[in-house]
């Protein structure tokens, strides 16, 4: 059994209760951490692939301290990080003043602000560009988490004697092709970190299955991963057609007139969902 954690408390305090390593740590949470955001925001912001790499160099000693106290924590035990995975509308403000406040604070014009904002919004960003999705379109967030994760574990392998097990997680994987291509940019940071530091990586690359199309062709999708987590929420809400956010409007009247025996969201649909 393990645990999901993104802080060093909620890790310590899962190991506390006999948690054996870490099943998700989503690193979208450590990216709204402090000063970090405005770094996100800043890429977001950016025209050229250079200024990303810019802005996101400024994250990556801090996910990679982040990295280093979960792996730390959870000693000779498996660690699972999920790579980015919302929408990178979701790291912007929607308030004017907050969005004037912020165009101020990045030196950029309030109006350009406002157009990228809107460039970035989604009629359904949960179907839309998040997950192994952003990953391809920008490359260069999987290269900083990697190389995050890799030199992190490389520290910690050298500071304690005892290599951390690492898992990275690709999200939101519909194809074999898109978890291939992602992988071999991993593969190649871990190269790079490997050379560096002098030191053997240890991990594995697997996905979140949260999709339809992912749970019917996941034998394709194994050749190119080591492990795979099924993400319920989303697989759920993807096989239904109905949005987990939405659903406690109707879903009391399904299960009192007894068209679903319980809501599924809170209790696995084991003939629909878990077949």
């Known amino acids: ?99 004037e406040a912020l165009a101020h604070s990045l030196d950029v014009d309030a109006d350009a602000f406002k157009k990228r904002a809107m460039e970035l919004r989604e009629q359904n960003p949960m179907l839309g560009h998040r997950g192994v999705r952003l990953l391809l379109s920008y490359p260069e967030i999987t290269d900083m988490q990697a190389r995050a994760i890799f030199e992190a574990a490389a520290s910690v392998a050298q500071e304690t004697g005892m290599p951390p097990i690492v898992e990275i997680m690709v999200p939101l994987v519909a194809s074999r092709g898109e978890l291939e291509a992602v992988r071999a940019r991993i593969d190649a940071v871990a190269r790079e970190v490997a050379a560096e530091t002098h030191q053997k990586l240890n991990y594995t690359i697997g996905t979140m299955i949260e999709l339809p199309r992912a749970a019917l062709r996941a034998a394709d999708i194994a050749m190119a991963a080591e492990f795979f987590s099924f993400g319920t929420n989303d697989l759920t809400q993807t096989t239904y057609g109905i949005s987990r956010d939405d659903s406690a409007r109707f879903i009391g009247e399904y299960t009192k007139r007894g068209i679903f025996a319980g809501d599924p969201f809170v209790s696995l649909d084991v003939e629909g969902v878990g077949e």
Do not use: C, Y
Request: proline share 6%; hydrophobic share 45%.
């Open 1 to 99: 059994v393990r645990t999901n954690a993104e802080t060093a408390h909620d890790a310590k305090l899962a190991a506390s209760f006999g948690a054996e390593g870490i099943g998700l740590a989503r690193a979208e949470h450590m990216f709204f951490e402090g000063t970090r955001i405005s770094a996100i925001r800043e890429m977001i912001m950016a025209d050229s692939e250079k200024e990303r790499r810019a802005a996101l160099a400024q994250i990556l000693p801090m996910l990679r301290a982040d990295f280093a106290e979960l792996f730390t924590i959870m000693p000779g035990m498996p660690v699972t990080i999920r790579l980015l995975d919302p929408p990178l509308h979701e790291f912007l403000p929607t308030q004017k003043e907050d969005i």
